[in-house]
């Protein structure tokens, strides 16, 4: 910002040097345009900006999950049991039993993937494990219960295709992007097929 606005008080000095020049018109014209491009090219860059500060948008169905930005870390989803749900409708306080996790092999996570399709193969695969961890959502934040398995990555088993969840009506799931604007989103199928997600942001600042 601060080179732009040197770029635009340096051209506003030439114009007042031109004013009274032969040529003062045409380059009042041109001076005019220059400030023009300077300004919308500073609002672009200021929309970007704001826009970056957002949390990605991210939809979840049964049959796949999407969102604006890149899933570059892959998604981790949680079957979990519910001790008890908040006022805001999703569990606080829950034990996940069973989480399968997808993952981007090396030499793809460069490419943008904004789309994982659950039970069609793409280019990841999918791991699975039954490390029972506590949880409670303390506002924006999810907090562990029990202590961190050092080993934990070893107690993951399988290497599929394609997703090994099937989505079970009345159970809860959570799953977590890998983004650090996300805290993770529930993933709920009632006793009427109805699918309902709940978003909730991290309130980390990207920058």
Sequence with gaps: MILTELIAFSVL?????LFRGRFRKRMLIIVGGVLLL????????FIIFIKSLRGPKI??????????RDL?????????????????GYPVKYTTFYTT???????????TLKKIEFYK???YSWDEDTVAIRYIHNGLTRERLDPLDETWWLKKFGEHRICPIKFEPKQWYFISIGNPQV?????????NGEEKQYYLPSGVCPI
């Design 59 to 68: 939809t979840v169905t049964s049959s796949e999950i999407s969102s604006n």
């Design 72 to 88: 570059a870390n892959g998604i981790d989803i949680e079957k979990v049991k519910v001790d008890s749900i908040g006022a805001e």
């Design 183 to 191: 805290t993770g989103i529930f993933f709920y199928i009632d006793e």
């Design 38 to 45: 300077i300004i919308a090219g500073g609002t672009f860059l």
């Design 101 to 111: 996790s997808c993952n981007r092999p090396m030499g793809h996570s460069a490419e």
């Design 13 to 17: 000095i030439l114009a007042i040097v």
């Design 121 to 123: 193969p793409g280019k």
